[in-house]
C-alpha cells in the first residue's frame, strides 16, 4: 500500500528556513515524479513543486519559486523540500504526493496523498 511520512514542519519566524522530509513506500518510488502541496486554513489546496522521477526537473509556483527547492533521494525513497526565506503566508499543511503517470516526463497528475505536516511563520 502506498504510504507517504511528512516530517520536519514547525514554528518559525518570518524569513527563517526548514526542510521538510518525506519518505514513500508502497511502490516503486523511483519510476514516479513527487509533488508538494499546501493547505492553508479556509484555502484549497494548492501545488507547490514537483519532481521529475528522475530527480532532472523541478516545477514549482510562482509563489515560491526562488525560495523553495524540491529534490528526492531515490535510494533513500525521499522527497525533500527546502523552504527558505519562509513568509507568513507559507502557513499551511504541507503535503507529498505521488505521481499517477509511471515515468512521466513532467508530474501533473497525483494519486496519493501524505497526512501533512504543519508548516507556521509568525511575523
Known amino acids: 500500500q502506498v504510504h507517504l511520512v511528512e516530517s520536519g514542519g514547525g514554528l518559525v519566524q518570518a524569513g527563517a528556513s526548514l526542510r521538510l522530509s518525506c519518505v514513500a513506500s508502497?511502490?516503486?518510488?523511483?519510476?514516479?515524479?513527487m509533488g508538494w502541496f499546501r493547505q492553508a486554513p479556509g484555502a484549497e489546496r494548492e501545488f507547490v513543486a514537483s519532481?521529475?522521477?528522475?530527480?532532472?526537473?523541478?516545477y514549482y509556483s510562482d509563489s515560491v519559486k526562488g525560495r523553495f527547492t524540491i529534490s528526492r533521494d531515490n535510494a533513500k525513497n525521499t522527497v525533500y523540500l527546502q523552504m527558505n526565506d519562509l513568509k507568513p503566508e507559507d502557513t499551511a499543511v504541507y503535503s507529498c504526493?505521488?505521481?499517477?503517470?509511471?515515468?512521466?516526463?513532467?508530474?501533473?497528475?497525483?494519486?496519493?496523498w501524505g497526512q501533512g505536516t504543519q508548516v507556521s511563520v509568525s511575523s
Open positions: 519532481v521529475k522521477w528522475s530527480g532532472a526537473n523541478t
Open positions: 504526493a505521488k505521481g499517477e503517470v509511471v515515468f512521466s516526463r513532467r508530474p501533473q497528475k497525483f494519486d496519493y
Open positions: 508502497g511502490f516503486i518510488f523511483s519510476n514516479y515524479g
